[in-house]
């Protein structure tokens, strides 16, 4: 306990002069910096070697905090109240007083923002006097780290500080849903949009437009930079192959996502797995088709967007 409250600390002391840093979420590490500051936030891009159009997600400790940025409604809270903190990021529109940076929203009057459960990180947001910027802590384009030691691969020394929680528990990014005007699903994520639907009483569809309005939206995305072949029943000679349950048949080729199709397991498990080849150094993969149901929609979302490299 000590030792955390040491740690997190350090990452306020970071934070307030400006620095990026590493911070744990439920959903997948996040590189943090201060959202109101124009300095700070500049440092993501560069790090991540982000495109500037590319707009980053807003981390909030509460409402209270919220309210000072941005406009709210009864569709938002509804939700907030159901599933916040939580795998769920909400596009709002900001306040004209707002100090979020331009850098933030790619100079928009919209800003994405979250409300990250992992006990760390709240406590971190809860002592700081501004929210955070944080998107996933790799090189742009790349897999997305699930714990300290992924981080520690994407930046080695360029990082200041890691604040270590350990391996994240969902392992793939928020599910994003705009509340500008009709309510929309941007990116599939950590909450499966059916139960979404269910809980508003309405059908909430995915947008399908290929234009960058918040993260994850890029076609090339979520990458271990190898060539990917989808829904293979059979692989090839010396390709990585993965599957979504364990089989009697052992091969040195195959790396599994879960012990019995467990669709949450599988998903906690897909960006390691991509790791754990890409050292192995394979120069392909297979991945046997996904069920497109639940969470299993949001991995089939991540397995496209890898494949298109």
Same mark, same amino acid.
């Given at each position: 306990?000590?030792?955390?409250?040491?740690?997190?600390?350090?990452?306020?002391?970071?934070?307030?002069?400006?620095?990026?840093?590493?911070?744990?979420?439920?959903?997948?590490?996040?590189?943090?910096?201060?959202?109101?500051?124009?300095?700070?936030?500049?440092?993501?891009?560069?790090?991540?070697?982000? +495109?500037?159009?590319?707009?980053?997600?807003?981390?909030?400790?509460?409402?209270?905090?919220?309210?000072?940025?941005?406009?709210?409604?009864?569709?938002?809270?509804?939700?907030?109240?159901?599933?916040?903190?939580?795998?769920?990021?909400? #596009?709002?529109?900001?306040?004209?007083?707002?100090?979020?940076?331009?850098? #933030?929203?790619?100079?928009?009057?919209?800003?994405?923002?979250?409300?990250?459960?992992?006990?760390?990180?709240?406590?971190?947001?809860?002592?700081?006097?501004?929210? &955070?910027?944080?998107? +996933?802590?790799?090189?742009?384009?790349?897999?997305?780290? #699930?714990?300290?030691?992924?981080?520690?691969? @994407?930046?080695?020394?360029?990082?200041?500080? &890691?604040?270590?929680?350990?391996?994240?528990?969902?392992?793939?990014?928020?599910?994003?849903?705009?509340?500008?005007?009709?309510?929309?699903?941007?990116?599939?994520?950590?909450?499966?949009?059916?139960?979404?639907?269910?809980?508003?009483? &309405?059908?909430?569809?995915?947008?399908?437009?290929?234009?960058?309005?918040?993260?994850?939206?890029?076609?090339?995305?979520?990458?271990?930079?190898?060539?990917?072949?989808?829904?293979?029943?059979?692989?090839?000679?010396? @390709?990585?192959?993965?599957?979504?349950?364990?089989?009697?048949?052992?091969?040195?080729?195959?790396?599994?996502?879960?012990?019995?199709?467990?669709?949450? @397991?599988?998903?906690?498990?897909?960006?390691?797995?991509?790791?754990?080849?890409?050292?192995?150094?394979?120069?392909?993969?297979?991945?046997?088709?996904?069920?497109?149901?639940?969470?299993?929609?949001?991995?089939?979302?991540?397995?496209?967007?890898? +494949?298109?490299?």
């Amino acid at each position: 306990m000590k030792k955390n409250l040491s740690n997190i600390k350090k990452a306020i002391n970071y934070l307030n002069n400006d620095d990026c840093i590493a911070i744990p979420t439920e959903t997948v590490y996040g590189l943090a910096a201060n959202a109101y500051s124009n300095k700070a936030t500049s440092k993501i891009f560069k790090l991540k070697n982000r +495109s500037k159009k590319n707009p980053l997600i807003v981390h909030y400790y509460n409402l209270k905090f919220l309210k000072k940025d941005c406009l709210i409604n009864k569709q938002f809270l509804k939700l907030y109240k159901k599933y916040c903190p939580g795998p769920i990021s909400f #596009v709002l529109n900001l306040k004209k007083d707002s100090l979020i940076s331009k850098n #933030v929203t790619n100079k928009k009057d919209t800003v994405a923002i979250r409300f990250p459960k992992h006990s760390l990180t709240r406590k971190l947001l809860k002592n700081l006097k501004f929210p &955070i910027a944080a998107p +996933s802590a790799n090189i742009s384009s790349r897999i997305s780290p #699930v714990s300290k030691e992924d981080v520690k691969d @994407e930046f080695g020394k360029k990082i200041k500080f &890691i604040l270590d929680g350990g391996r994240s528990k969902i392992g793939l990014e928020s599910t994003i849903l705009s509340l500008i005007k009709k309510p929309q699903i941007l990116r599939l994520g950590g909450i499966d949009k059916n139960k979404i639907n269910k809980f508003l009483k &309405i059908n909430i569809k995915k947008n399908k437009k290929n234009n960058i309005t918040v993260p994850g939206q890029a076609k090339i995305h979520y990458s271990p930079q190898i060539p990917i072949r989808l829904n293979v029943k059979q692989p090839r000679q010396n @390709e990585a192959f993965i599957l979504i349950k364990k089989r009697k048949l052992y091969d040195k080729n195959f790396f599994y996502l879960s012990k019995n199709k467990n669709l949450k @397991e599988a998903a906690k498990n897909l960006y390691k797995t991509f790791r754990k080849i890409k050292k192995k150094k394979y120069r392909f993969i297979a991945i046997e088709k996904i069920p497109n149901r639940g969470i299993g929609e949001a991995i089939n979302d991540r397995l496209m967007r890898a +494949s298109k490299f």
